[in-house]
Structures are given as structure tokens and as C-alpha cells.
């Protein structure tokens, strides 16, 4: 059973601090990919991984995948209120379904 | 354009009780998936439809079922509700040729 493990599960922090948030498994993965969702709404896809090392960027967000595609990270820098919500890290399994990892709940008070 | 649209976006039942969620997937799209997503948890996988067949199917009981319609829309239906059922039912949605998932806001369904 391919399982992803996310780290930290709660992250409070104030506006114009870094984060990172880790996410994990023993399984190897064809891609990554990273959602955001915010309260009364479905995930948003932010990015997808594909290459083993591969780091992409998206404003203050950088993604980076494990070389082994066993893991990957989510980097915050200067983080603001409006990057409050549910960060799920989603592995595309063998028979093409997303597993989801647990999430990681981040708070940015202002 | 419209995007993945669910239907309704609150429900609550008693146990024992039978219900049915709806999904209309985005324009163009055939392929549509149902997750249950326990508050404050990552989105569990149920199953998967494309071409009006259940194609995939996670860890969930036969009490969950599930159809697709010609027009690509889909139904989930819950049978004999426990009140663990408790929990925000997302579908997705994707073309099969270009597999990115795009979610719909999802149903509330707690179960008393």
C-alpha cells in the first residue's frame, strides 16, 4: 500500500516567517503534486512534480522532489495571511489514482 | 468555463438513512472521482468512473456505490449511513488523454 506522510500535521506562525512542510512515503512515485484548500472548498492543484530533484517555484513558494521520488517539500519565504489553509501533498499511484498525504493545517496571523 | 460543480453543499441525515450526491464535471472532462475527506484530514479515494463504469475503487464498503451518466455527470450514493459517514464528499473531475484533477467544493454530509 503506497502511504504519504506529512509533517508538521499544525503550523501557526506570524506573518514574515519561513515554513517548510515535508511530505514522505517508502513508495516511489511517478509525480508529486501539491494542493491547497481553503475552508467550504475542493483542492487546487498548485504544482507538479515529475523529475527526481527536480525544484520549482511559484512566488514565494518553492517545491522540491526527492531524488529518489520517495519525497518532497514545500518551502514558504515571508509568509502572509493569505498563505493560511490546508496543504495537501497527492502521489499519482501505479494505477493512476491520487493518495493523498494527512495535510498540514498552516495558520499566518498577521 | 464552468468548473466542477456538486450538489447539494450541506446535508444531514440520520443513521440508517440512504443518500445520493451529485457531481457535474467540468466542461469537456469524462472522468470523474469521488473522495471522502475527514475534517482536518487528506482526501481518501473511493472510486473512480470513465466511460459509465466504476473503473477503480479504494478501501470503502459496498455500501458505497456509485454511477456515471452519459452526459459524464455522476452520483454517489451512500447506503445505511453509520455515523463515521460524517464528512465533506469531494468529487474531481479530468479528461482521461490529460489526467489533472480539478475539485469541485464538495458535500457536507453529517450524519446524526
New interface residues.
Given amino acids: 500500500t503506497q502511504l504519504?506522510e506529512?509533517s508538521p500535521q499544525f503550523l501557526s506562525i506570524q506573518e514574515g516567517e519561513n515554513l517548510t512542510v515535508y511530505c514522505n512515503s517508502s513508495s516511489v512515485f511517478s509525480s508529486l503534486q501539491w494542493?491547497r484548500q481553503e475552508p467550504?472548498?475542493?483542492?487546487?492543484?498548485l504544482v507538479?512534480v515529475v523529475t527526481g530533484g527536480e525544484v520549482k517555484k511559484l512566488k514565494r513558494l518553492t517545491f522540491q522532489f526527492g531524488d529518489a521520488r520517495k519525497d518532497s517539500s514545500l518551502h514558504i519565504t515571508a509568509a502572509q495571511p493569505g498563505d493560511t489553509g490546508?496543504y495537501?501533498c497527492?502521489g499519482?499511484s501505479n494505477?493512476?489514482?491520487?493518495?493523498?498525504?494527512?495535510?498540514t493545517?498552516l495558520q499566518v496571523k498577521p | 468555463d464552468a468548473g466542477?460543480t456538486q450538489s447539494p453543499t450541506h446535508l444531514i441525515k440520520t443513521r440508517g438513512q440512504q443518500v445520493t450526491l451529485r457531481c457535474s464535471p467540468k466542461s469537456g472532462h469524462d472522468t470523474v472521482?469521488w473522495?471522502q475527506q475527514a475534517l482536518?484530514?487528506?482526501?481518501?479515494?473511493i472510486f473512480?468512473y470513465y466511460e459509465e463504469e466504476e473503473r477503480?475503487r479504494?478501501n470503502f464498503p459496498d455500501r458505497f456505490s456509485g454511477h456515471q451518466f452519459p452526459n459524464y455527470s455522476s452520483e454517489l450514493n451512500v447506503n445505511a449511513l453509520l455515523l463515521g459517514d460524517s464528512a465533506l464528499y469531494?468529487c474531481?473531475s479530468s479528461l482521461a488523454s490529460a489526467?489533472?484533477?480539478?475539485?469541485?467544493?464538495?458535500t457536507r454530509l453529517t450524519v446524526l
Fill in positions: 504519504l506529512q494542493y467550504g472548498e475542493g483542492p487546487v492543484l507538479t490546508l495537501l497527492a499519482r494505477t493512476g489514482k491520487l493518495i493523498f498525504g494527512q495535510g493545517t | 466542477v472521482s473522495y482536518g484530514q487528506g482526501p481518501q479515494f473512480q477503480q479504494g469531494l474531481a489526467p489533472r484533477w480539478y475539485f469541485g467544493p464538495g
